[in-house]
């Protein structure tokens, strides 16, 4: 039977479809210009979030946390400079 294979493929190729539209594009600027991962992640604390992951998703920061109000969040950072390219809360 061919479609098995097949009905793979297409799931595989969904999962990667998925993934590039999720994560924005942050930043052009090659790695060895971004902020170190733990400069990035003192600062976010110092602003009050908590980090529960930090990713590297594509070209930028991600973080799954919550803010200083306490509640959920996901975030991608421009790895250059820390600021917000999206945001998505939950309340509590």
């Known amino acids: 039977m061919k479609i098995l294979p097949t009905l793979v493929l297409a799931g595989?190729?969904?999962?990667?479809?998925?993934g590039a539209i999720a994560a924005p594009k942050c930043t052009s600027a090659p790695r060895n210009q971004w902020m170190p991962?733990?400069?990035m992640k003192d600062n976010l604390l110092k602003q009050g979030y908590s980090i529960d992951r930090f990713l590297?998703?594509?070209t930028?920061?991600?973080i799954y946390?919550?803010?200083k109000a306490g509640n959920k969040v996901e975030i991608y950072f421009d790895p250059t400079d820390g600021h917000i390219v999206k945001r998505r809360s939950q309340g509590n």
Request: aromatic fraction near 6%.
């Open 12 to 18: 595989a190729a969904a999962l990667v479809s998925v």
């Open 60 to 62: 930028c920061y991600e």
């Open 65 to 67: 946390g919550k803010d």
């Open 37 to 39: 991962e733990q400069q």
């Open 56 to 58: 590297v998703s594509g």
